[in-house]
């Protein structure tokens, strides 16, 4: 307990030092979930403007750069533990796609080949562009 007395006025303060920490812990906890909050809204932009930009400038044949798509933009999301979130393409032809190469099926084998450097498109660029960096 504190008193203060200034120019006749007194003034009775207690301080519940135990109470203040514990509100203070649990203001911290909300703190973390708001940033995980903030930081899974941005990862999931995104990846819906990724797989905008693939689309969009590229011709796709199939929906292999869904989200729901084993090969496709995928987002793992933050924790109030663990403030980080991470967007991947588990796709093996993701980065010649991003540096531009145009990917064909061969006919005889079915299997996609990488033929030549055309035109550079920054597919996973959208980040830049969604304002997030």
Sequence with gaps: M???????????????????????EKIQ???????SRAINDAAFKLQKDTVERI?????????????????????KKSN????EATISVDAPFAND???GRVLKSSSSTGRRVV?????ANAVFGAASDAGLF
């Design 2 to 24: 504190i008193n203060n007395c200034y120019k006749g006025i007194s003034l009775e303060t207690e301080l519940d030092i135990d109470g203040f920490l514990e509100d203070l």
């Design 29 to 35: 906890k909300q703190v973390d979930y708001a940033c």
């Design 55 to 75: 689309e969009n400038e590229n011709t796709m044949r199939s929906k292999w750069h869904k989200p729901r798509n084993k090969l496709g933009v995928h987002v």
């Design 80 to 83: 109030k533990r663990n403030l």
């Design 97 to 99: 796609m991003e540096e």
């Design 115 to 119: 033929k030549g450097a055309t035109k």
